[in-house]
């Protein structure tokens, strides 16, 4: 747990000396929030998952949806929220999880290594959906 937390600490320290405007700043972002993720994983501190929320969101606005990590980042986005819904139960968590892996599998390329893992993962929660909506 002790690297876990250094590395949460110079993850933080990059994202507070990065402008705001530099191009490397939503990875930064995106690692934080990643880290805090795990944290919250290690702990079941709501607060780490929040802050790891609030990051990659901050990281996604930041991204436009040309850039090549931007897919990436709608993915660690949804993975999060995905993580609250399965704490909170929330649909909402759930539906918006669907919708930023959704646009994940739109903006990146047919020929893309992720692709396949991304389009796993919407059907994973697509089926997750379904057993808690019943919807088809």
Partial sequence: MQDLETAIGYTDTAVKVTPEDHS???????????????????????QD?????????I????????HPDHASMLSTLSGHLRIRYERTRN???????????????AVIPENHPSRAGLVG???NLLS???EQTGNL
Avoid: I, W
């Avoid at 998952?49 to 969101?57: I, P, Q, R, S």
């Avoid at 909402?92 to 892996?101: G, K, P």
């Fill in 24 to 46: 490397d700043r939503p990875r930064c972002l995106e690692n934080l929030s990643l880290l805090l993720a795990t944290r919250y994983l290690q702990t079941d501190n709501l």
């Fill in 49 to 57: 998952l929040e802050a790891a929320l609030n990051y990659v969101e």
């Fill in 59 to 66: 990281a996604v606005a930041a991204t436009s949806e040309g």
């Fill in 91 to 105: 649909l909402h968590d759930l539906e918006a999880a669907v919708s930023h892996v959704e646009k994940a599998v």
């Fill in 121 to 123: 993962s919407l059907g």
């Fill in 128 to 130: 997750r959906r379904y």
